[in-house]
């Protein structure tokens, strides 16, 4: 069965103390690997897309990257305004426009 | 632009009425999507649209009736709704139907069934 799993559920950080967010995946094929940002009742904000073993995308402090069997989101010297649940999906090969979600991990920047 | 746009972005209703949630896109894209998500829980898929025709209805109840009256536009109707039927709705669009691009997410509509 396709899965996802985030982990930590939740992170507490010191500005300026970096770290990583881990999305592991068990599929039958990757379509592609996709990070989002949400912040309290708002939408999922589009971060980063992974296509291949590899691969790596960098935006201001985050950087994500994707091996065979999960991806990385490395926050660089992370800020309060980078509080956050950060959300990972995959698109599976062969499920056509389904994604599957990881269920998040809330990220706490403390100043 | 990558903006998905969704109105109202809060809705207070009865279990006996009918309202619409609206969503709008200018990007082209010609997959669209509405979520379900509930307190502290990833997004869950509802309807996907694809090229303006439903393709995807993940065993929504009937309360539930979505809309796509042009390549643009998303609705979803809703009528006899249950207060766990409370939650964050959230569109999406996507360049193609087959999740080989990414997806926007609008803000939401926060729903509250009383």
């Known amino acids: 069965e396709d899965q996802v799993t985030q982990s930590p559920e939740a992170l507490r950080l010191q500005e300026g103390e970096s770290s990583s967010l881990n999305c592991s995946y068990t599929?039958?094929?990757?379509?592609?690997l996709f990070w989002y940002r949400q912040d309290p009742g708002k939408g999922p904000e589009f971060l980063f897309t992974?296509?291949?073993a590899g691969e790596e995308k960098e935006k201001e402090r985050l950087k994500a990257t994707l091996t065979k069997k999960e991806s990385f989101l490395h926050i660089t010297a992370p800020k309060p305004e980078d509080s956050a649940t950060y959300l990972c999906?995959?698109?599976?090969?062969?499920?056509?426009?389904?994604?599957?979600f990881g269920t998040g991990t809330l990220l706490a920047v403390q100043p | 632009d990558t903006e998905v746009t969704q109105t109202p972005k809060h809705l207070v209703m009865g279990m006996t009425n009918k309202k619409s949630l609206k969503c709008e896109q200018h990007m082209g894209h010609r997959a669209m999507y509405w979520y379900k998500q509930k307190a502290k829980k990833p997004p869950e898929l509802m309807f996907v649209?694809?090229?303006?025709?439903?393709?995807i209805n993940e065993s929504v109840p009937s309360r539930f009736s979505p809309e796509c009256p042009n390549s643009s536009l998303l609705n979803l109707h809703l009528h006899a709704l249950q207060p766990e039927d409370s939650a964050l709705y959230l569109c999406a669009s996507s360049q193609d139907p087959g999740w080989n691009t990414e997806a926007f997410f609008g803000q939401g509509t926060r729903l509250t069934v009383v």
């Open positions: 599929v039958s094929g990757l379509r592609g």
């Open positions: 999906a995959v698109a599976v090969r062969g499920a056509t426009n389904k994604l599957i």
């Open positions: 992974l296509y291949s």
């Open positions: 649209y694809s090229y303006e025709k439903l393709s």
